[in-house]
């Protein structure tokens, strides 16, 4: 063998790979070749190298974010039937079917109207705690409407909710089911999942005008119309409420969670904890220092899993309020195998009333 | 690698009970698992945070074609070719989206410091050592990144997973010689790459 023969095969050599006769040569060969040698010893010195890197260790969560995402998916195959169920009963009473998108229109339109109000007073009113004026009913969910005056542009008239016009029929499950992702994701997905919704952005909403993917930075602002509106103003009651969150569990538990930037230029950062505890501020600590120097809104999504991670989670009202005081706008995502808790500076929910109903 | 042997016998009774829908089944395979696939996303995209989506991404889409899975492999081989191509595609995907943004080369590897500086360095290195260990990584971690993704993927599985030929082959469906060759190719690539390391050493 010459030196060029040898030195294709020596990769195969350091690694045993080769017949043995072969072997044999080559070993004979470089005896007598001190490049070869050289040539051999450098190459051993890469596959050390290379071999000396570090393997990472997988997050506690990455388990729980699959279970959570296949756990969802055989859920999702069971869903058919249910549409079945409310098909027939359409059927039987057509009047209902009809009567829907009337309803749905004026439904929207009154929503638009009232969010357009509603926003415009509270950019100038900034970050007014929405929770005392809330219904009896102490459901730790907010729903879109409340969040609206956190977005940082607020003045800039945005009207995520309304955007899309009713979708009373059985396939707006499957849709409603994806929207939330979409705040969180990138442009690509947004692009690619909604390619009517622009269209009924600017029939529905002509006050939508001035800024590209609006919706994306209103925190739980479903895209979804009057589906999604009504499974928001539902958020209070029980069964609906849980139906809305586990979807955003579902997305979220997905590709959303990540430290990125949306439209409105918030940054959102997902903060992994198997246990909702004194790590977890610390972490919501560090992360609002870490990102301090760049002077813009926060959103962080916390995820964990049984509502027993939930036990000794401490962040209180006045720890909320000094957050959003240093930050534009302050939100915690709860996540938990049973729903999803939304924290910001307008709602702050107890310990114990996270433990209470999740 | 160390004991596949036992792990592919477990491996084949989770799949069955898999089959017949047991998530317990399938959670004990996720957990088996998730340090290798986990390693080889993040090693051939170089981002911690790409590679654990990608690593989700892997799973849920093995437990939705889990029939798909004939036994002929092992499962801990069809495994790994699903991560290496969804790597492949999420490699596609950033590329094409860094030619929009223009972003700079070393970006996404910056995320990585944390995980990879965690449990480098022996206590009794200097201050030094360490500075030059970190630096030694971050050339190692660039040259592998500079490497076609078909050879980035021979040096991630033999290199870094220690699988053998045979099973390189399997994964990314190639016949033996012709890993061996990409191997080789990588390999003396990085050695040039490297080169510098070398010198100031010896």
């Excluded at chain 1, 756990?71 to 009567?99: C, I, M, S, W």
């Excluded at chain 2, 260990?133 to 870094?160: H, M, P, S, T």
Aim: charged share 30%; net charge positive; proline share 6%.
């Amino acid at each position: 063998m010459n030196c060029r023969e040898v030195r294709q095969e020596l990769s195969a050599y350091i690694d045993g790979a080769i017949p043995e006769a072969m072997s044999a040569e080559i070993s004979e060969h470089l005896k007598g070749c001190s490049e070869c040698r050289a040539a051999l010893e450098e190459l051993r010195l890469t596959v050390s190298e290379i071999k000396s890197l570090d393997a990472v260790e997988p997050p506690d969560l990455l388990v729980v974010r699959v279970m959570a995402r296949v756990t969802e998916e055989q859920r999702q195959r069971q869903k058919p039937e249910q549409r079945q169920h409310k098909g027939l009963f359409q059927r039987l009473f057509p009047q209902v079917r009809f009567a829907i998108p009337l309803t749905a229109v004026a439904t929207v339109l009154v929503a638009a109207v009232t969010l357009y109000l509603f926003r415009d007073i509270h950019t100038q009113v900034k970050l007014v705690p929405q929770l005392p004026t809330r219904p009896a009913e102490e459901r730790p969910v907010v729903p879109p409407q409340p969040l609206a005056p956190l977005q940082p542009k607020g003045k800039e008239v945005q009207m995520p909710e309304p955007a899309r016009p009713a979708e009373p029929l059985p396939g707006a499950e499957r849709q409603f089911a994806e929207s939330p992702a979409q705040q969180f994701t990138e442009e690509k997905r947004e692009a690619a999942t909604r390619p009517e919704s622009a269209d009924n952005a600017s029939a529905n909403a002509p006050i939508s005008v001035g800024r590209p993917q609006e919706g994306r930075g209103a925190l739980p602002a479903p895209a979804g119309g009057l589906h999604s509106l009504r499974k928001a103003s539902a958020g209070y009651d029980g069964g609906a409420a849980k139906e809305r969150l586990d979807f955003y569990y579902s997305d979220g538990s997905g590709k959303s969670y990540r430290s990125t930037e949306t439209a409105e230029n918030e940054r959102i950062v997902l903060i992994e904890t198997p246990a909702l505890n004194e790590t977890l501020f610390e972490r919501q600590k560090a992360v609002i220092d870490s990102v301090a120097a760049e002077a813009r809104p926060i959103r962080m999504v916390v995820a964990c899993r049984k509502k027993e991670y939930l036990e000794g989670f401490h962040t209180s009202k006045e720890t909320a309020a000094q957050l959003s005081s240093d930050r534009a706008g302050f939100r915690v995502r709860l996540i938990t195998g049973k729903g999803i808790v939304l924290i910001d500076s307008t709602n702050v929910l107890s310990r114990d009333k996270i433990l209470a109903n999740y | 690698m160390k004991d596949a042997k036992a792990v592919n016998d477990d491996d084949i009774n989770d799949v069955q009970l898999c089959r017949k829908g047991d998530l317990a089944a399938f959670e004990r395979l996720v957990l088996r698992h998730q340090k290798r696939i986990l390693n080889i996303a993040f090693r051939m995209i170089g981002s911690y945070e790409d590679g654990l989506e990608v690593t989700q991404d892997s799973f849920v889409s093995a437990y939705r074609n889990i029939n798909g899975f004939d036994g002929r492999s092992k499962f801990s081989t069809w495994i790994c070719a699903i991560v290496m191509n969804a790597a492949r595609n999420r490699i596609e995907q950033n590329r094409s989206r860094n030619r929009h943004e223009g972003a700079s080369y070393d970006d996404p590897i910056e995320g990585n410091d944390g995980p990879i500086a965690r449990d480098c360095a022996s206590p009794e290195s200097s201050a030094l050592e360490k500075l030059e260990q970190k630096e030694r990584r971050a050339l190692v971690r660039r040259c592998i990144k500079q490497l076609e993704d078909d050879y980035r993927a021979v040096v991630v599985l033999r290199d870094i997973q220690g699988f053998s030929y045979g099973e390189i082959g399997s994964v990314l469906k190639l016949a033996e010689g012709t890993v061996k060759s990409r191997l080789s190719r990588a390999r003396d690539s990085l050695r040039s790459c490297l080169r510098k390391l070398f010198g100031g050493k010896r």
